[in-house]
């Protein structure tokens, strides 16, 4: 089961509903390809993550505004952690 409370901006919301309908079933490999794929459009103009969370499409406008990449990135860099801290890994280099 997944649940969350999100306290973010319009668009760190609209990234969480995104993972919130997908995330059930999603394994921690696809949190974190998606995760990077979309940091990588965000941040450095990358294609839109495929497969499951490829909604997140809808928020390649957000590159154009870098104030928002992190409350927009946020739910997504948290509930990888949390499945990985769950799961007793540690952190991949350069995660959040």
Known sequence: DFAQEVKACALGQAAASILGASVIGATLE???M????FRA????G???PVGRFSDLA???????????HASTLLAFEATAEAVRQAMGRTSPAGAA
């Open 34 to 37: 998606a995760r990077e794929q």
């Open 30 to 32: 696809e949190l974190d």
């Open 41 to 44: 459009m965000l941040k450095a």
């Open 46 to 48: 990358g294609s839109p």
């Open 58 to 68: 809808m928020l390649a406008p957000v590159k154009d505004y870098p104030a928002r």
